[in-house]
C-alpha cells in the first residue's frame, strides 16, 4: 500500500466507498466524475503505478481486471449495448491517477477516435 495513494485509501477502506465488486485482488467502484451513464474504475488492491510498470508477475491480476470489468458489465445490462474498456497510461495516455485501474464506459454511444 502506498499510503499518498487515493486509490490505495480506497481499496483499503480508508476512505469509505461503494464497491460493485470486491475479491482478494481487485476492487471496483464509481467514478467521482462519471464520463458515461455507468463509468466504473476496476483496480488491483495492490499499488501498481500504471500498466507500464506492471509485471509478468502481475498477469493474474491483469487478467481479473478486465473479467471483473466484463462481469461487472454485464451486472448493468450494458453486454449487449455495448461499453468501451480504458487504460490510461503515462502523459500522453491521460493518465491523472498513478494506481493502475480499467476504466467501464457504458450507456451511451461512445465516440472513436478518443480526443
Ligand atoms: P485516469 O485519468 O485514467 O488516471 O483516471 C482517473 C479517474 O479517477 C478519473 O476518471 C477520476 O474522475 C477518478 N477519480 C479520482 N479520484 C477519485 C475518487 N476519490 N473516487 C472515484 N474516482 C476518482
Redesign the pocket.
Known amino acids: 500500500m502506498d499510503t499518498s495513494c487515493?486509490?490505495c485509501k480506497?481499496a483499503s477502506g480508508a476512505?469509505p466507498?461503494t464497491f460493485l465488486h470486491e475479491d482478494d485482488a481487485v476492487v471496483a467502484?464509481?467514478?467521482?466524475?462519471?464520463?458515461a451513464p455507468h463509468?466504473v474504475?476496476i483496480i488491483p488492491r495492490e499499488h501498481v503505478v500504471s500498466l507500464a510498470s506492471a509485471t509478468d508477475g502481475h498477469t493474474e491480476v491483469l487478467g481479473r481486471l478486465l473479467r471483473v470489468a466484463a462481469e461487472i458489465a454485464e451486472r448493468l445490462g450494458v453486454t449487449d449495448s455495448g461499453y468501451r474498456t480504458?487504460?490510461?497510461t503515462g502523459p500522453d495516455?491521460?493518465?491523472?491517477?498513478?494506481h493502475l485501474?480499467v476504466?467501464l464506459l457504458g450507456g451511451r454511444p461512445l465516440a472513436w477516435p478518443p480526443g
Do not use: T
Open positions: 487515493i486509490f480506497i476512505i466507498a467502484f464509481g467514478d467521482l466524475n462519471p464520463q463509468h474504475l480504458v487504460i490510461n495516455g491521460g493518465q491523472s491517477v498513478f485501474h476504466h
